[in-house]
């Protein structure tokens, strides 16, 4: 029986700000994303994600929406946006975009409205008083308007929260859905899924959501194979499942994976965990290892606590790059061969570092002002792309770019890891292409060998062993189709991934 394509597939995210720069501003955009998809092509991904790319004042990156029918005229116009969905289409590739909709942006049509019409305020979340909610981003998640009422904002200010109490809301977003899908789009990555609803506790996971996504599936399904992605961050598992019911959302992001730490018992807990969850509603599970909100995973691993948490508590903590690139490189390998999709954030495939030295002045996340600075925020993983020669902008497009490069990025660029067998982006080509043959969608058989060792074998009979003890372990017998490290004979060494088959 022949698979929908999102139950196995690698989606490739790009960070649109920061990919590559078309029109030499320094700020990446449709025409330098259009250029660059043969690159996309060969890395071997079968779908992108896109960040928002709406008009928008750009206080969250993007995530402050202020028309969800246009395209920022910093990333260029709808038309591009439409033949840049139908370039990646004629590759092969598919076309995911983010839908943000828990809250817009004060410079949207509707929240000029509200401040200068009260009686339109029913949208949003306006109250005579405030409560005690404190924003995700830091401060309160109140802001007072001129006649005195107060608006709430889970996250920045300038991110007034919709009421999806309001049937106006509801018709919006349907119909938002429609205009894109009309549009090629292949499918949504829903942000903040869980938060939409509120009441006078809480402000998420309330029961009313999940007939909004049961709506949005039948939408979905109308066109055919699109799909619908939550950012649904719950650490309860059977709370997190309901999203992922089969009339409700395709998948989510593992964020359990992604928070993990390099730590052979905790990681084979949260596999088991994540297998035990989506097995039995059919969902395929999904590995992500990083996106544009946390520490890039070269510096996580490096570090002597390779958790993630919220909060930048670890930011500026030594990390060895060495050791951080070893265990990214057998970190990717385990992903990829895992039963479901997986997820890749542009730049992981170049290995890139968390950028911690950017200066202050630089610094653009709200989470970094809100916070009086003691959240260093999120812009060290955002910093545009390396592509080519020597110094900054290393091929991007215009200088000065938008966030700036490290000096020392040559040797990251693409073009400079291209043919080099032993380069990050190499292992990713090999082990995405490897992937499409071999992996994706099903099950898998856990292997025997020892407690500080994860392996497993797939359908397809592929072998994926990766050791995390200091001690070298006998390879189980078969062929070595890759492995993130060296090998010495018939033994992998600590922090490497092989692939037998
Ligand atoms: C999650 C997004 O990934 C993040 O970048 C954004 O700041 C928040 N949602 C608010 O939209």
Redesign the pocket.
């Given at each position: 029986m022949s698979q929908a394509w999102w139950r196995g597939a690698a989606i490739y995210q790009v960070y649109l700000r920061s990919f590559a720069d078309g029109n030499g501003d320094g700020v990446g955009d449709l025409a330098g994303l259009r250029g660059r998809l043969p690159y996309l092509k060969d890395l071997g991904v079968d779908a992108i994600w896109l960040?928002p790319w709406y008009p928008s004042p750009m206080a969250?990156?993007g995530?402050?929406v202020a028309d969800y029918r246009g395209i920022e005229p910093v990333f260029g116009t709808l038309e591009e946006a439409e033949r840049f969905i139908a370039d990646a289409h004629e590759l092969g590739i598919k076309v995911i975009i983010?839908v943000?909709p828990?809250?817009s942006s004060t410079e949207s049509a509707w929240f000029k409205e509200a401040l200068t019409a009260p009686e339109t305020r029913e949208r949003f979340w306006f109250r005579d008083e405030p409560n005690d909610w404190q924003s995700?981003?830091g401060g309160p998640a109140w802001t007072q308007v001129a006649d005195g009422q107060w608006y709430l904002h889970?996250?920045a200010p300038e991110?007034p929260d919709f009421n999806w109490d309001s049937p106006e809301v509801h018709a919006d977003f349907e119909n938002v859905l429609r205009f894109w899908f009309e549009r090629g789009v292949d499918g949504f990555r829903v942000?903040?899924a869980a938060l939409l609803f509120k009441d006078a506790e809480r402000w998420e996971d309330l029961d009313p959501v999940h007939d909004v996504y049961r709506r949005w599936r039948e939408i979905a399904d109308e066109y055919g194979d699109r799909i619908l992605i939550g950012?649904v961050w719950l650490p309860d598992q059977e709370r997190f499942a309901r999203y992922l019911r089969p009339d409700e959302l395709h998948t989510a992001f593992n964020f359990d994976f992604l928070s993990c730490p390099w730590e052979p018992a905790e990681l084979r807990r949260v596999i088991e965990l994540t297998l035990a969850t989506h097995t039995p509603i059919g969902a395929p599970p999904t590995w992500v290892l990083s996106?544009?909100?946390v520490t890039r995973p070269v510096t996580r691993y490096g570090r002597a606590d390779t958790t993630f948490a919220h909060g930048g508590a670890l930011h500026g903590t030594p990390s060895d790059p060495e050791l951080g690139t070893r265990r990214a490189r057998a970190a990717a390998l385990l992903a990829m061969a895992l039963p479901g999709c997986v997820y890749v954030y542009q730049g992981e495939e170049l290995g890139l570092p968390e950028v911690e030295d950017l200066p202050d002045a630089a610094r653009q996340?709200?989470?970094y002002a809100r916070s009086g600075g003691a959240n260093r925020g999120?812009d060290g993983c955002r910093v545009p792309l390396p592509w080519s020669g020597e110094s900054a902008p290393f091929g991007f497009g215009g200088h000065p770019t938008w966030l700036p490069q490290p000096a020392d990025w040559a040797p990251m660029t693409a073009k400079a890891q291209t043919g080099d067998p032993g380069s990050m982006l190499s292992l990713y080509r090999t082990a995405l292409r490897l992937r499409h043959e071999l992996l994706g969608d099903g099950t898998l058989t856990w292997l025997p060998m020892g407690p500080r060792v994860l392996a497993f074998t797939r359908d397809s009979g592929l072998t994926c062993v990766t050791n995390l003890g200091p001690d070298p372990v006998p390879l189980p017998p078969g062929e070595i189709l890759l492995a993130s490290g060296p090998l010495t004979g018939d033994r992998i060494l600590q922090d490497t991934t092989a692939w037998l088959i």
């Open positions: 960040n969250d990156g995530y402050d983010d943000v828990n809250h995700i981003f889970l996250f991110q942000d903040s950012e996106n544009h909100d996340d709200p989470m999120r």
